[in-house]
Every structure is written in structure tokens, then in C-alpha cells.
């Protein structure tokens, strides 16, 4: 079992009744209850709890289980990042709302200017930066925002919690594209949940943001709003639209409704495969799904790879100059640990060079901790540099490395209106990194929507820290891509 929950970053799902061969044979009513028994005195021997999920009868006095054991007894409770995305006005920052405080909305969005960060989000009702907000989960699955006084407090969450999904809550206009594909690439996402309004349906937006998660790989589920609004016909009408976006060639996934807590396990297992695309109807003023919504959250697995024994890795998204504390900086692990009182490289600045500094202390969701480990968000309290040296995009590393100026890669063309040619500027996302950078060479001469090509691009300002194999994605205007560095040029 220790085994399992390693494998697992924390959780297991066992399923008693089925054979090594995995034959569904079943297994007796009392032989169930002294094997759940057992079950839950390995795990409380491994630190861990044991939730039993459901139990079917498969023929006459046979049943199959399932089990969730989850470990009770580390510093950190497991954690999911979930990307929230959608097009102005679905519902998304209410959603969110609904989630983390456990009420209803009013039907006027009340409950959003609980995510919103700026007044400007709270008087226009569309979000434009990127808003996180954690939803905790105890040993049993029940949701512990609604047990403290303040369901948006992030320490008391993560004390209480042994599971938290975090919502990201990303914009959904046009105009703030580049700060959603920010918060897609350098926010360590495991899942994407696209939030569509019933009164629009499936926007233009909303379909890029579709696309966008499925090139990169990103598991998806969707959750349809304002069922309390709509019959069943404008509801079909939109679950088919969902249906043939999921056919295009690149995406080419399946829908599947749920609507009942036996569909919530099956989905689970169905969305791991990338070939599966949950569907959830939910109304934020009449509760309507909600529940259905939270045990999928609470059951979704963690997607971390822990590369623990990896050269650390950290790409910096914001900087701070906090009173007392000095230079504190938000950053990404994307790969092994770092740790309290650890001297570590910050870089490239303009000239390519990195900079020595000692990490004082670290926070995750504001509580005070030892050390970090892949795909975790955190805060870094830095001594030996200054906020003014620091810029959004740098690396945390363990030496200095060489950086690119240029690199080669082959980039796939979503959109363009015209042609592409040698020369063309798009700015590049890379995790945290925005930058423009220059077209210098095409291999096929031109591109055009549809097309791939093996390309060579230069950074127009500076260097920045690249590894071979990285997803990346480029913009300007209405163009869209998405490539992957083959080679860089050092």
C-alpha cells in the first residue's frame, strides 16, 4: 500500500472483487466487510485513511468495491491544479464562488466578487488577471471551506485539508488571451475545466480555449451553467456542438454526461486515458449538480511526476518587495525540490548571466514550509538580490546554465489569416517566459493555417533559459500556434 500511495502522490484507488487477471469474480458479504477491515488498519499503519466509494452486487450474495485511501499524516496535503476556463459571461468566477463557499448565487453573479482581485473584475464582471482560490477536502471528501469562518483563508484551508484542488480562474475576453495562456503554461496545471453558459453556448473563445488544452495535452472536463434557465432542447443543442468540437482531427475526444455518483467514478477513469471528455450541468442559484461536481473534484488524481532526485527547476511569475522580509518572489517548480536555506542561481538577466542567492524561507498557500516539490506554486523570501533585478520569466536552478537566443523547433499553425514568412514577430509563451521573437527561418518556405514546418526563431531582448522537448505556444493578433524546441542554440 505505501507503494501504491507513492505511485499515486498520496492516493489510491483499490477495487476488491476482481481477480489478478481483472475478472470481475466478486467476493462475499461478510469476506467485503472483513476485507475493508483489514484494508483500513494497513492504512492507518501507513498514515492513511480509508473511504469506502461504492459497492455493486455482480451476481447473487457477490459484490465488487471500491476504495480511496488517502495518506492523513504528511506536512502538505496532496494538491491539484485545476485551470478554470470559458468565455465572458459563462459563470466562471461564480462557479468558483458556489465551490469554495458552499452557498448559492443570487443569479446577478453576487458570489464572484469573491474571486475577483481588482475593482474594476467586481464593477464589469469579467476577470482579467489570473485569480487562484483553494478548495479543501478532508480524509472523508467532505469539503472543509464550509467548516471555517473564512472559506477563502488559505493557511486554514491547507492546515484542515488533506486534499485541495486550487481553482485557477483565468480571463476569458479575447483581450486578456496572453494572461490565460500564462496561467495554462506556467501554473503547473493537471486539469482544465471549461465553463459554458447555456445563454451563449460554445463561444469562439471558449472553442479556442477547448483547443489550446487538448494540444497541450491537458486532461479536460466540462460544465455546462444556467441549466435552471433552459430545457432540455437548448441543452442538447449545446451538448452538441461540445460533441463535434471534440471530433475535429487533434482533439478527437469523447463526450460523456454525467449524472449520477456511479458516472463520477467511471469518469475519473475514463478522462486519465486523454480520449474522454466529462460533462457536468450545474446551476450556481439552485444547486442543481453541484454536489456531483465537488466528488469529481475530490476524487480527481494527482498528475504530478515527482522528480524529486532532478536538478531543481523553477520559472519566477511575480516579484515582490515585502516589508521586513526584502525580495520575495511566486514561482513554478517544474522539476525536483528546493529547500529552506539553500543557495541556488536566479537568471538569465539581459546578458544571459545568473546571479547566486539563498532562499530564506518558503510558503505554499501561506503556510511556512521546509522544502518544495515538483508542480508546486510557491513563494521564495530571496537574500542577496533586489526586486529590480528580477523580472518575470527567470529561472531558479542549482548553477547557471547557458541560454538561448535562439532556438529551432516545429511549430503547428492553428489560425493565421494570411501567410506567414520569413520575418514574422508573434510573441512566444513558454511557462512564465513572454517574449517576441522573430521568425528567421522556415523551412517550407511559408505557413498557413494547418500547416507544420521545422522553424529556427530569435528573442528579440534577451536570452532565456529553454530546455529541448518544451511545449510552447506563439500569438500576435488573431495567429495562433503551438511548437515544441528541438534544438537550441546556446
Known amino acids: 500500500m505505501k507503494f501504491r500511495l507513492e505511485e499515486g502522490n498520496g492516493e489510491a484507488i483499490y477495487i476488491l472483487g476482481v481477480s489478478d487477471s481483472g475478472d470481475t469474480v466478486g467476493i462475499g458479504e461478510q ?25 455493486t452486487e455482480v451476481r447473487p450474495g457477490r459484490y465488487v468495491a471500491e476504495a480511496l485511501v488517502r495518506v492523513s499524516k504528511e506536512m502538505l496535503p496532496i494538491q491539484v491544479n485545476v485551470a478554470v476556463l ?18 448559492r448565487d443570487d ?33 472523508k471528501g467532505r469539503a472543509v471551506n464550509y467548516e471555517l469562518r473564512d472559506p477563502l483563508d488559505e493557511a486554514g484551508i491547507t492546515v484542515a485539508s488533506r486534499k485541495i484542488v486550487k481553482l485557477i480562474d ?21 486539469y482544465a475545466m471549461l465553463v459554458i453558459g447555456l445563454d451563449d453556448g460554445l463561444s469562439t473563445m471558449g472553442r479556442e480555449h477547448l483547443g489550446v488544452a487538448a494540444v497541450l495535452k491537458i486532461p479536460i472536463f466540462v460544465v455546462l451553467t444556467k441549466v435552471d434557465k433552459y430545457g432540455e432542447g437548448r441543452i442538447r443543442e449545446v451538448l452538441n456542438d461540445i460533441k463535434s468540437v471534440l471530433r475535429v482531427p487533434g482533439i478527437n475526444r469523447l463526450a460523456y454526461v454525467v449524472e449520477s455518483e456511479d458516472e463520477v467514478y467511471n469518469s475519473i477513469v475514463a ?3 486523454l480520449r474522454v471528455v466529462p460533462v457536468f450541468r450545474v446551476s450556481n442559484v439552485t444547486g442543481q449538480g453541484i454536489d456531483l461536481l465537488l466528488n469529481f473534484l475530490n476524487l480527481l488524481p494527482s498528475r504530478r511526476v515527482k522528480l524529486v532526485s532532478a536538478e531543481p527547476l523553477a520559472y519566477i511569475d511575480e516579484i515582490y518587495e515585502v516589508q521586513g522580509v526584502g525580495t520575495v518572489v511566486l514561482g513554478t517548480v517544474i522539476r525536483g525540490s528546493l529547500s529552506q536555506n539553500q543557495s541556488v542561481f536566479i537568471g538569465p538577466d539581459d546578458d544571459g548571466g545568473f546571479r547566486e542567492v539563498k532562499i530564506k524561507s518558503i510558503q505554499v498557500n501561506r503556510v511556512f ?16 538580490v533586489e526586486k529590480g533585478d528580477l523580472r518575470k520569466g ?13 532556438f529551432s523547433a516545429r511549430v503547428f499553425l492553428l489560425h493565421h489569416p494570411t501567410t506567414i514568412k520569413e520575418g514574422y514577430v508573434a510573441t512566444v509563451h513558454v511557462h512564465t517566459i513572454r517574449q517576441a521573437a522573430r521568425f528567421s527561418k522556415i523551412e517550407k518556405g511559408y505557413l498557413r493555417s494547418g500547416d507544420s514546418s521545422e522553424v529556427v526563431m530569435n528573442f528579440l531582448y534577451r ?27 546556446r
Do not use: W
Request: aromatic share 6%.
Open 170 to 190: 483565468l480571463a476569458g475576453h479575447e483581450r486578456y488571451l496572453r494572461t490565460t495562456l500564462k496561467g495554462l503554461l506556467g501554473y503547473g496545471v493537471d
Open 86 to 103: 470559458g468565455h465572458v459571461n459563462a459563470g466562471k468566477s461564480t462557479l468558483i464562488g458556489v465551490l469554495i463557499s458552499g452557498k
Open 271 to 273: 478522462m486519465t486515458t
Open 369 to 384: 514550509v521546509s522544502s518544495v516539490q515538483a508542480k508546486v506554486v510557491a513563494t521564495f523570501a530571496l537574500q542577496g
Open 107 to 139: 443569479g446577478s453573479g453576487s458570489l464572484r466578487n469573491m474571486v475577483a482581485r481588482h475593482l474594476h473584475e467586481v464593477i464589469s464582471g469579467r476577470t482579467s488577471s489570473i485569480s487562484t482560490k483553494l478548495l479543501g477536502f478532508d480524509e
Open 394 to 406: 527567470m529561472v531558479i536552478t542549482h548553477r547557471p546554465f547557458p541560454c538561448a537566443r535562439s
Open 31 to 55: 469476506d467485503l466487510k472483513r476485507t475493508l477491515d483489514i484494508l483500513s488498519k494497513v492504512a492507518n499503519l501507513v498514515g492513511s485513511s480509508i473511504t469506502p466509494l461504492r459497492v
Open 463 to 489: 536570452p532565456e533559459y529553454l530546455e529541448e522537448g518544451q511545449l510552447f505556444v506563439f500569438r500576435e493578433g488573431r495567429t495562433r500556434g503551438i511548437g515544441v524546441v528541438k534544438k537550441l542554440d
